[in-house]
């Protein structure tokens, strides 16, 4: 089956730690995103990233890490410098053409809660 | 700036009453336009989308939207809701060569018995 993974369904970080949330695709898509969701609000994009070793920061970037180091995989660390980490984040793909960004298609989420 | 309104935040029905969700965007470029639901604790399902071509698209669960330039809008309709259809609609842009997609704030819908 095709399509976006993400583990783990729910976290608990403690104060002053770093966890990492993962995302996985093998859809072949080019594009992967990384959007936090907060009750009753919208999606907002924390970080994207067109192609492999490179990304760049979204609308709320601080206190949050990436890496692309596979086509398949955009990992999220949200560190200790984020004082409000608790919400859900959502991962998503796309592919990319010469005409820019193509539909999104989104994993299954990751809820993150602080202890 | 570039952006979309989602008029309403909650849509309160009964089932089997027909049901409209608002969507306008800000401006009248070229645009490709989504809709997507999201059901509690899950991620976003792709319903619909324009790109080009027919301005009434169907989309999946008995869904379809019209793409109506002229009022910068991608209202999404069903004749005949279900308690199942109880979740919450995105509706989101992408400005041909802006390169990114933008979402609403999103309508929660709500069918009751």
């Known amino acids: 089956d095709g399509g976006i993974t993400q583990s783990p369904k729910y976290l608990f970080r403690k104060e002053g730690q770093n966890v990492t949330l993962s995302c996985e695709q093998n859809?072949?898509?080019?594009?992967m995103y990384w959007y936090r969701q907060d009750p009753g609000q919208g999606l907002r994009l924390i970080y994207y990233?067109?192609?492999?070793?490179?990304?760049q920061k979204g609308d709320i970037a601080e206190g949050y890490s990436v890496s692309r180091e596979k086509k398949e995989s955009f990992p999220l660390t949200v560190t200790s410098a984020q004082k409000n980490p608790t919400a859900f984040y959502l991962c998503?793909?796309?592919?990319?053409?010469?005409?820019?960004?193509?539909?999104?298609?989104f994993g299954p989420g990751t809820r993150l809660l602080v202890l | 700036a570039q952006s979309v309104t989602q008029l309403d935040s909650q849509v309160p029905v009964f089932e089997e009453a027909p049901v409209e969700l608002r969507c306008n965007y800000s401006?009248?470029?070229?645009?490709?336009l989504f809709w997507y639901v999201q059901y509690p604790n899950q991620g976003l399902q792709l319903l619909l989308k324009y790109l080009s071509g027919s301005t009434l698209v169907k989309g999946i669960n008995g869904f379809e939207a019209e793409f109506n330039k002229s009022q910068t809008s991608f209202h999404l309709r069903k004749p005949s809701v279900h308690i199942s259809d109880t979740a919450e609609y995105f509706c989101a842009v992408i400005y041909t060569g802006g390169f990114k997609t933008i979402f609403g704030a999103g309508t929660r819908l709500f069918v009751k018995a």
């Open positions: 998503a793909s796309s592919v990319m053409t010469s005409g820019g960004e193509e539909t999104q298609y």
């Open positions: 401006s009248s470029v070229s645009v490709y």
């Open positions: 859809l072949n898509h080019d594009a």
């Open positions: 990233s067109q192609i492999v070793n490179d990304f």
